[in-house]
């Protein structure tokens, strides 16, 4: 008798010690989002106006794609900033799941504004290929260029990192699509090395269409994760895998069924079934359900997690589908 009530006066330790320490790590997870949105809007400007001054050197419609790119970049990481700041709310009376789905927002209206870009390069590379033009101050370009690429980079960098952290759909899409910068850029300097040391004007509007396409998949990709998110999608199966790992290690868990999980934009939701020995009492099975809840959470900081405690060997699953109506009571 003694052990359990030191087992509950535990738990119920763990229970207020936990809140603190979920709440500082959501604030740290908070203030890395915004950070990365902040470097990202300073690149993205600082980029604008070293290639507007490279492409009224070099007239190169190649230039003149990263350019239009970047001015889109700006506005792109301006949205992510303010999704970011916006998804940082904590719940309200009428948002009573926090705000983080604005991030998945943010990343389909990201990718929308991506691909119209790739439309607008894709009519000025096929004009070129009808009236060839020379490219001018291929040096200058490229000097530019390399510069971009470092720059980018290194806000690559920053950003998988934050997002790796944080799980940030709206600075994931962000990092996705500056990472297609990079190959932008890269063809950037062959179409200005061919074109302007070369002579092979055609290469200039020829890598501005496969740059298109680069953008395009860029876009797509950012439409996937944001879709994904929006919809709910499960987390992946090793992060599954994972928390069916954590449940099962407990000695009195029997089994577990109906895993579901989803992300609230940085937020993991879990969602289970726990079977149980059926002659326990309903407060140590409360207790075990805590237990695991605190395990998984060591796993998955911040993490809202539901566990409903079933008895061991009930019936069919209680997924809606396959739920029956109650006798005496009329099914809902």
């Not at 940085?266 to 002659?279: A, C």
């Amino acid at each position: 008798m003694a052990q359990g009530e030191e087992s509950e006066a535990a738990t119920a330790e763990a229970a207020t010690a936990t809140p603190s320490a979920e709440a500082a790590a959501r604030q740290a997870a908070i203030r890395l989002t915004k950070r990365a949105g902040y470097a990202s809007v300073g690149v993205a400007l600082l980029l604008i106006a070293v290639k507007v001054v490279a492409w009224i050197a070099t007239g190169s419609v190649a230039m003149l794609s990263t350019l239009v790119d970047s001015m889109l970049d700006s506005l792109a990481s301006v949205m992510t900033l303010l999704a970011v700041h916006h998804a940082a709310r904590p719940p309200d009376r009428e948002h009573r799941f926090g705000h983080g789905k604005v991030e998945g927002v943010a990343g389909l209206v990201q990718a929308a504004i991506i691909a119209g870009s790739a439309v607008f390069l894709l009519f000025e590379a096929v004009s070129r290929l009808i009236r060839p033009q020379p490219v001018e101050n291929s040096v200058e370009g490229i000097v530019v260029i390399v510069f971009s690429i470092v720059v980018t980079g290194l806000l690559v960098g920053y950003q998988r990192f934050v997002a790796r952290r944080t799980g940030s759909v709206a600075i994931t899409a962000d990092s996705m699509h500056y990472a297609t910068d990079l190959m932008v850029n890269a063809g950037v300097i062959l179409a200005l090395v061919l074109a302007g040391h070369f002579g092979m004007t055609l290469a200039d509007p020829i890598i501005g269409l496969v740059i298109v396409a680069l953008i395009l998949r860029g876009a797509y990709g950012i439409f996937q994760e944001s879709f994904n998110h929006l919809m709910d999608h499960e987390m992946p199966d090793e992060k599954r895998a994972e928390i069916l790992e954590v449940v099962r290690a407990h000695p009195l868990a029997e089994a577990v069924h109906d895993l579901r999980t989803r992300y609230s934009g940085t937020i993991p939701v879990i969602q289970m079934h726990l079977e149980l020995d059926p002659n326990m009492t309903l407060s140590a099975a409360h207790a075990i359900a805590d237990e695991i809840e605190d395990r998984i959470r060591a796993r998955f900081p911040g993490a809202e997690i539901i566990i409903h405690q079933d008895p061991a060997g009930l019936e069919g699953p209680h997924s809606p589908v396959a739920r029956r109506p109650l006798t005496g009571r009329r099914a809902g």
